[in-house]
């Protein structure tokens, strides 16, 4: 590949940062650090870029390994330079977000690991807990390995050592990472890796079922995040008709965000998804309101002349799909913040999902095997946190879900 000086570099790569659609307080951090790359550079008596060299300025600068991964919070910015910079170098389009997970093993243990995570893929594991699962496994062979233990040696002792290094995080994430570390093991004695059953041997994190309640809205509150919202604008149209229907639907963020133009039978006004959580297929009936709200979308204000099926595109200069369900609950508080609406913590995209279901669950015309069709829950029991919801604040939802919205002058 062609030599290239790293001044020139970092100018191409700082536009790239501005089309990636960054704000200026984010622009000039990436100023700061490349300014204090350039110098780096010149220490080491080098003009044109190099990758090895960029890396071995985090590590002695800021003391940040960008190949073993676990990037703190406060290091992804420079971590995301760094990775611009060899993507422009390397003519890849840049991107927002770099996920930093990877973890250095010895080759024994990463084909144990690559085995592990194909097995998984053949039982047909999501993508999202395939990932958990690697990073986690890969934390944990990780530790075996700078303990100087071999995985068939492996005993409860090292494994209640590892665990008890979590102690900080809450109790439903260690439940998983228990869940996911019995599965491993259960794994490693059934292909003669380990000669002892330890799975049994992990202790058992109790926590009532649905115990936590989830967040609903009222109707005014709804009505004015809805009629918040500047409808006259392509990302006020878009932003409209995702939370319309989040609304009406009651569909996961993970299944918005998934949600292709052909899943939408605009003819016989139904939704048709695989629902990526439960891999169960739904169809979900789609009402006047969000059937309007998402072909003013698709027909004056979605993209065109673009390569994606998406239906919800980014609206930057560089178009690409939504792909975070964080980037939803972003769009909703942003609407929360503009009203200035009270107790705005936990109402992320989610909590609209929460909120239809609730109201569901107390509107005497609609039946239990209808709400179990539309959430997805094929087992009733699942719907048990809809139901504990304080009927207070749902005696609020008088209206029914139709009335969602007022209507705006556009």
Not at 102 to 121: A, H, M, P, V, W
Not at 135 to 142: A, D, E, G, V
Not at 182 to 205: A, G, H, S, V
Request: with cysteine.
């Amino acid at each position: 590949m062609k030599e290239e000086s790293i001044i020139t570099l970092i100018e191409k790569s700082l536009k790239e940062v501005k089309k990636i659609g960054c704000n200026d307080c984010t622009y000039k951090m990436y100023e700061q650090y490349y300014n204090g790359l350039i110098e780096f550079y010149k220490t080491k008596n080098a003009i044109y870029y190099s990758y090895e060299i960029s890396v071995l300025f985090l590590k002695e600068k800021w003391d940040i390994d960008i190949i073993q991964g676990h990037i703190k919070h406060n290091q992804t910015i420079k971590c995301r330079a760094t990775k611009i910079l060899d993507d422009v170098f390397k003519q890849r389009e840049p991107k927002k977000r770099y996920y930093y997970t990877t973890i250095s093993l010895s080759n024994n243990n990463q084909l144990l690991l690559d085995k592990y995570i194909e097995y998984n893929q053949k039982i047909g594991l999501s993508n999202e807990n395939i990932k958990n699962t690697r990073y986690f496994i890969s934390r944990f062979l990780k530790h075996l390995e700078n303990s100087e233990m071999m995985i068939q040696k492996l005993d409860i002792l090292k494994i209640n050592e590892y665990l008890s290094s979590f102690k900080s995080i809450n109790q439903i994430t260690l439940k998983n990472y228990i869940f996911i570390l019995k599965k491993f093991l259960c794994y490693l004695f059934e292909n003669n890796i380990i000669d002892k059953k330890l799975e049994n041997q992990l202790p058992n994190i109790k926590k009532a079922k649905n115990s936590k309640l989830p967040s609903v809205w009222n109707f005014n509150e709804l009505n004015q995040v809805i009629n918040s919202i500047n409808r006259t604008t392509n990302k006020g149209k878009r932003d409209y008709a995702i939370i319309i229907l989040a609304i009406t639907t009651a569909l996961r963020g993970c299944d918005i965000i998934n949600l292709k133009l052909n899943n939408i039978d605009f003819k016989n006004n139904i939704i048709t998804i695989i629902q990526k959580k439960t891999k169960q297929e739904v169809t979900i009936p789609l009402m006047d309101k969000t059937k309007k709200a998402l072909l003013d979308y698709i027909n004056n204000a979605r993209p065109i002349n673009t390569k994606y099926q998406h239906l919800f595109l980014s609206c930057q200069s560089i178009v690409r799909p939504i792909t975070s369900t964080s980037t939803l609950s972003t769009i909703l508080k942003k609407y929360s913040n503009k009203i200035q609406l009270k107790n705005n913590q936990k109402r992320g995209i989610h909590s609209l999902r929460h909120t239809t279901l609730n109201y569901l669950f107390n509107d005497n015309e609609t039946s239990l095997t209808t709400i179990t069709e539309i959430s997805g829950h094929y087992n009733v029991d699942s719907l048990n946190a809809y139901i504990k919801t304080d009927i207070k604040r749902l005696s609020e939802f008088t209206l029914s879900i139709k009335d969602f919205g007022g209507e705006q002058n556009e």
